[in-house]
């Protein structure tokens, strides 16, 4: 037993501040979980302009355009839907990352506020179990980019033959890419959050160069800009407008996951007003960015090869299947280890830190961010993502329907702060299980919230079936192709109903952003007793000797 003690003690995380929780509430509290101190919120706007642009930059965005040309979209159209599904999520992301930058906590603790202590668990869970399957799957994305980046290294490369059966879904080759990809991204969870900003601007500097550079390579192999840029529009009208729609429920979907990250982020900013209006512009601006050097280089694509070839990975290994020069070699190198980068800082920034916030949440006395970060990457490749993505046709579809629940969920959080509570928050209450506490609600569970979810998701239930390929009615479709701003407004309108009808504790009249507890005031006043403390010890060891 004593063994079985020890073993247990080594695994704990230890508690480095000075406000460590009773070993009774470990279940509830960890470092990680409580408000970031003041020496680690370092993030400035520039850091958030940095994070948006690092983060736009992945071969996934590069390729989004794709499936909106291929409805019938002329370019431009695309593009302005781009702008408008980040444009609209915009608000959201800042809405939602509030709470974070001005209590300095992380989702896992935000959700408490809604949900509960102990009802928040289930949410934590559901974004953790997702963080760790999107890790595998752009790893996978990552060690395709390796490939190229050896293929123009050693061509023999792409000739490695396999010693793999067939039932294991993949081949040496592509196993060996993925898992070089997968141990170089390791040292990269490393670093505190706080630290993790200065990855973030090296990425953003040298993959924009990057796509200078293969934007204007292709334009020049194709002598032009390609058909692409040319090509009217095949639908009109309300085929147009709903295809439209729809094309913006993508662009949604591949920021919802990073519109519940925002608290994780938000916590570490230096001052609130800090993520306000440099998000407010470089995210719309970012991705819109990237996703116009993805319709010129595939543009420029169907000139040299006679087809559009949208995604960036396949483009430059066909620049590798004709004798390429040394030069040539060399670009496409540059090129995808840019990409590596790139699919690196997007792991860490929608997988990795929210798969640890989540996982320290639901394991605080054993795992915190960092340890929870390596938990995610080492799901994400027991987990064989290539099998994930090959095997079924409808597995987009189904990761995008994730928006459904995630929408439901913010909504009830965004309610709860901006509308019931008003901004007021009590982060003692954060911390215990203590019936009467703010966050108690009916034994830590809060029924308003998990009504307000469940409403949420089942407006788009019917639609959600009709995307995995169940017959469904064209009206239950067009309400699925706004599921977030239904699961959104379904939640928040239920979750302000039942609020009024049932007051909660702390419920305000009046907006106010202000933490009831003090308790910043507390741990200023404990850091300065504790400084006093030292010093009289100091002043009497002198005076002894």
């Not at 595998?136 to 190229?148: A, H, K, P, Y």
């Amino acid at each position: 037993m004593d063994f079985a003690r020890k073993v247990v003690k080594a695994l704990e995380v230890p508690h480095t501040h000075e406000e460590s929780t009773p070993s009774g509430l470990q279940f509830v509290s960890s470092d990680d979980l409580l408000p970031v101190p003041i020496e680690e919120r370092t993030w400035t706007a520039f850091s958030y302009v940095a994070f948006w642009g690092s983060t736009s930059i992945n071969v996934s965005t590069w390729m989004i355009t794709s499936s909106m040309v291929v409805l019938g979209m002329s370019w431009w159209q695309a593009w302005l839907v781009i702008w408008i599904g980040y444009g609209v999520m915009t608000p959201f992301v800042v809405l939602m990352g509030r709470p974070g930058a001005v209590f300095h906590v992380t989702f896992p603790v935000v959700n408490r506020t809604s949900f509960g202590i102990f009802g928040s668990l289930w949410c934590v869970f559901n974004r953790a179990t997702m963080a760790c399957i999107w890790y595998g799957v752009q790893s996978s994305i990552g060690g395709s980019c390796v490939l190229v980046m050896l293929r123009a290294i050693w061509p023999s490369v792409n000739n490695i033959p396999n010693s793999m059966p067939l039932s294991s879904g993949t081949n040496t080759r592509d196993f060996m890419c993925f898992f070089i990809f997968w141990v170089i991204s390791l040292p990269f969870i490393w670093p505190p959050v706080h630290k993790i900003r200065h990855f973030f601007t090296f990425k953003t500097i040298i993959t924009l160069i990057a796509c200078l550079i293969f934007m204007i390579w292709c334009i020049i192999k194709a002598k032009g800009v390609g058909p692409i840029v040319r090509q009217p529009a095949t639908i009109y009208g309300s085929e147009l407008a709903w295809a439209m729609i729809s094309s913006t429920g993508i662009c949604i979907s591949n920021m919802i996951t990073l519109t519940t990250n925002a608290p994780d982020f938000g916590s570490r900013a230096k001052t609130p007003s800090a993520p306000i209006v440099s998000q407010f512009w470089s995210i719309p601006f970012s991705y819109g960015l990237i996703c116009l050097f993805g319709v010129i280089v595939s543009s420029s694509s169907q000139t040299i090869y006679g087809e559009a070839i949208w995604s960036p990975v396949d483009l430059l290994g066909k620049f590798l299947d004709e004798n390429p020069t040394p030069a040539t070699r060399f670009g496409v190198w540059f090129i995808a280890f840019s990409f590596i980068i790139a699919q690196i800082g997007t792991n860490i920034s929608a997988n990795s830190v929210s798969a640890g916030c989540d996982l320290t949440a639901l394991f605080p006395r054993f795992i915190n961010i960092r340890r929870g970060g390596y938990i995610s990457a080492i799901v994400g490749l027991v987990m064989c993502p290539w099998n994930l993505v090959s095997s079924s046709s409808r597995f987009s579809s189904y990761m995008s329907a994730y928006s459904v629940f995630l929408s439901a969920i913010a909504g009830v959080m965004a309610t709860e702060y901006w509308f019931v509570r008003k901004g007021h928050y009590n982060v003692d209450d954060l911390y215990v299980t203590r019936k009467g506490s703010w966050y108690w609600y009916n034994y830590g569970f809060n029924p308003r919230a998990y009504a307000a979810y469940v409403a949420g998701i089942a407006i788009n239930v019917v639609g959600f079936a009709g995307d995995t390929g169940t017959p469904v009615p064209v009206a239950a479709t067009h309400i699925f192709d706004l599921s977030f701003f239904t699961g959104f407004g379904t939640s928040s309108i239920v979750y302000y109903i039942l609020s009024r009808i049932f007051p909660v504790v702390g419920a305000a009249k009046v907006f106010e952003e202000i933490d009831v507890s003090g308790y910043e005031e507390k741990r200023m006043t404990s850091c300065d007793e504790d400084v006093n403390s030292k010093d009289d010890c100091t002043e009497k060891e002198s005076s002894t000797v």
